[in-house]
């Protein structure tokens, strides 16, 4: 007997078809049926609409924080007082005569000066860039912050708070920059406070410096994570930004839907020194005149409760995270009645990005949802970059799997190349980068002779005889190796196998197997592992791991994986569980905690050789018959 149909939360896609141009040797392109349409000049007249016609709404939100943490009370800046900061802040920058060869770099935290501090440079014209702050606070060498500094050459560095950036600011910043601090003080140097940039009086050429930018302007540098390279600068431009939540727009109707009705609301973490947080989401906010609920929580154990608590309060519109925060809120939601009333009551859509969601978490989200509401939430998702604004690709209807990417939004214009035995795409339009800042070489490597941008995406047809369907992920063309035996192994399709198998107990899995005879795995855990081992919370993760629950659990993982292989290059032939954190000073992890294959290769080598040649402990191997 047939199931019927399971019920969403209405949703309208805005792109649901797509024109297809064959090109010479396989090479196939694919644009939206519908153009893009016009846009603003520069992020900086959405500002000014919106403190015009909505002057009281609240902007931004964060809990008032006091030395014991975050109180219950929200402090709230409205478009008006963003304006009247951005202006002020934007005349103490023009009085520094700071330009992009003298940006601004900003060490902090989401925080409500530090979005007062980005308004005020895009609307003085001074590139502005947000550095990760774990490359302050976490990192032991400083190695990448130096390199960001000595990349930007910034004329004034901003810090939230000098007891968690002064050691970094005393290791790596000249001492001839200027400092400007929010909280606190540092020994031996001056510094400038916050409030001193936020008390300075306009000028008329506060104004005339905002309508000299325009769409070439460059707004921000954002940098990529790295993987064996350092990181390399993305010069991100007014137009770029622009055009690309105009594209969004597009692409997700909800969102002018919800601009006539006061505007989207966010309650969100994603850090602003990425795409998905920096560009994506505070762009979507200020862009459609909406509210940012500024997220103090993380998807990880000691920080997962900051984030439920401020869910069970403000109930977003739409919501955005990445899997480990997803899988978090679906084991909450089970038990906790005022999470999912609160949760549910009002989102539209769920978004994920970041890396893949494993099918269980899928299913553990929809099962709250139908249990609460009676119907499902739609979770879009899709591929983007930060050299892409980020947003890129967007789903096409609600029947969303893993992996599914859906189809370009309108204007950009997807190439799609034979490589290698897969299927690479390309991106070209308004919304993507002109190139990496002082970096001219890695400029010209990443264009192709028609000008598109190459991503190392490697992307399938969801279904061949229906091309409006769209797109689905094949992995990163970089990350695929050969077998001893000549054999390929695509790696993202075989560790999004893994992480299902293993969910909700691991958080990635980086594929091993170059020029060996066998693929292996190593997995590194998520947090509910804990769980499964049945200890006491302060029992080494190592012991967890070698633990008889967890062992136990993971060898019926590799057998079943073993029963669901095609062939070599599918067959996880040795699996390690990592006790041992992956490393944010090697590139081997992002601060929204995704892994770099490439990193952990490298510089685990000994390790890899030592799992495939039997002398590593614990090593897991599919059992015989199985």
Not at 64 to 78: C, D, K, P
Request: proline share 7%.
């Amino acid at each position: 007997m047939n199931q019927p149909a399971p019920r969403y939360r209405p949703l309208t896609f805005g792109v649901t078809r797509v024109l297809v141009r064959e090109g010479a040797g396989g090479v196939r392109y694919l644009q939206a049926d519908q153009p893009l349409q016009p846009c603003a000049r520069r992020m900086t007249d959405r500002l000014v609409h919106w403190a015009e016609t909505a002057p009281q709404r609240s902007f931004m939100a964060r809990r008032v924080r006091q030395a014991a943490g975050s109180t219950g009370e929200w402090r709230h800046l409205s478009y008006r007082e963003a304006l009247e900061g951005a202006r002020a802040i934007a005349q103490a920058l023009l009085d520094r005569g700071l330009d992009a060869e003298r940006p601004v770099a900003i060490l902090s935290e989401n925080s409500l000066e530090h979005a007062l501090l980005a308004l005020g440079c895009l609307y003085a014209g001074i590139p502005f860039c947000p550095v990760s702050p774990a490359y302050s606070t976490i990192s032991q060498d400083y190695d990448k912050l130096r390199h960001v500094l000595a990349t930007l050459t910034p004329g004034l560095v901003f810090a939230s708070d000098a007891g968690r950036y002064g050691k970094a600011i005393a290791a790596a910043v000249d001492p001839a920059t200027e400092i400007v601090l929010a909280e606190g003080a540092l020994d031996g140097r001056r510094v400038t406070p916050f409030a001193e940039l936020l008390a300075t009086r306009p000028s008329p050429a506060v104004d005339a410096a905002m309508q000299a930018t325009g769409p070439e302007t460059i707004a921000k540098f954002l940098f990529t994570s790295g993987s064996t390279k350092l990181p390399k600068a993305v010069i991100n431009t007014h137009g770029m930004w622009c055009s690309n939540q105009q594209q969004m727009r597009q692409s997700m109707p909800v969102l002018a839907e919800q601009e006539a009705q006061g505007g989207p609301v966010l309650v969100d973490w994603l850090p602003w020194n990425h795409t998905f947080g920096g560009n994506h989401n505070f762009g979507l906010t200020l862009y459609n005149g909406g509210t940012l609920y500024i997220d103090d929580g993380k998807p990880v154990p000691q920080l997962m409760g900051e984030t439920l608590r401020n869910l069970r309060e403000i109930a977003p519109t739409v919501y955005f995270n990445v899997p480990t925060g997803f899988e978090a809120i679906a084991q909450a939601m089970k038990t906790d009645d005022a999470l999912r009333r609160n949760l549910l009551s009002r989102v539209r859509m769920f978004f994920y990005a970041g890396a893949a969601l494993a099918q269980p978490v899928w299913d553990a989200l929809h099962e709250c949802q139908e249990r609460e509401i009676g119907e499902r939430i739609v979770m879009g998702t899709g591929l983007g970059m930060t050299e892409s604004g980020p947003f890129g690709l967007f789903v096409t209807h609600p029947q969303v799997k893993a992996g599914y990417l859906g189809l370009p939004t309108p204007g950009l214009q997807l190439k799609l190349v034979p490589m290698e035995g897969k299927t690479e795409v390309r991106y070209r339009g308004p919304n993507i980068t002109p190139g990496y800042w002082r970096n001219d070489e890695a400029t010209r490597e990443c264009f192709d002779e028609e000008g598109f941008f190459c991503t190392g995406d490697a992307v399938l047809w969801i279904a061949e005889d229906d091309v409006h369907q769209g797109l689905k992920f094949d992995g990163r063309i970089a990350e695929d190796f050969k077998l001893a035996t000549g054999t390929f192994v695509s790696v993202g399709p075989l560790r999004a196998r893994i992480i299902a198998a293993g969910a909700p107990y691991v958080q990635d899995a980086v594929i091993t197997g170059l020029n060996r005879n066998e693929v292996g795995a190593l997995i590194f855990p998520a947090a509910a592992v804990r769980r499964l081992a049945g200890l006491p919370e302060t029992t080494a993760l190592k012991d967890v791991l070698e633990s008889a629950p967890v062992q136990a659990h993971f060898q019926n993982v590799v057998d079943d994986l073993s029963a669901g292989a095609t062939g070599s290059a599918t067959r996880v032939a040795r699996l390690h569980l990592m006790h041992e954190p992956p490393s944010i000073d090697k590139g081997e992890v992002t601060d929204k905690g995704s892994i770099n294959q490439r990193a952990v290769l490298k510089h685990r080598e000994a390790l890899v050789a030592a799992l495939h040649d039997g002398g590593l402990p614990f090593t897991l191997a599919p059992r015989q018959g199985r």
